[in-house]
């Protein structure tokens, strides 16, 4: 079993940064990769970003909600600490949504553990 809890998140203006945190905990050696994915208002999850947890490659939705993702979010890990990281950058009023990580692990390479989400909002 994996823990995940989540941090960060809040209210920023359009234009603005925030970083999202993810804690894991328990079996993280058995960790494969981990992920962001959100959700948005009255819409279905999406994923955004996922980071293979051994080697640090990343890897990127094309797009969300229309808008870029690589350029303005940045995924990333400390693997020593066992912590998962968002940094979101250039933040649009689009990018409002519930935001989770998730970890695969190795046994199965799905996403079976998530985070309890945290909200993004962004003003116009």
């Known amino acids: 079993q994996v823990q995940l809890v989540q941090s960060g998140g809040g209210l920023v203006q359009a234009g603005g940064s925030l970083r999202l945190t993810c804690a894991a905990s328990?079996?993280?050696?058995?960790?494969?990769?981990m992920a962001w994915f959100r959700q948005p208002p009255g819409k279905a999850r999406e994923y955004v970003a996922s980071?293979?947890?051994?080697?640090?490659?990343?890897?990127?939705?094309?797009?969300v909600q229309g808008r870029p993702v690589q350029g303005r979010f940045t995924i990333s890990r400390d693997s020593a600490k066992n912590m998962l990281y968002l940094q979101m950058n250039s933040l649009e009023p689009e990018d409002t949504a519930a935001y989770y990580c998730?970890?695969?692990?190795?046994?199965?390479?799905?996403?079976?553990?998530w985070g309890q989400g945290t909200q993004v909002t962004v003003s116009s």
């Open positions: 980071i293979r947890w051994s080697s640090g490659d990343t890897f990127y939705a094309p797009s």
């Open positions: 998730a970890a695969a692990p190795k046994s199965t390479i799905q996403y079976d553990y």
């Open positions: 328990g079996r993280t050696s058995s960790l494969f990769n």
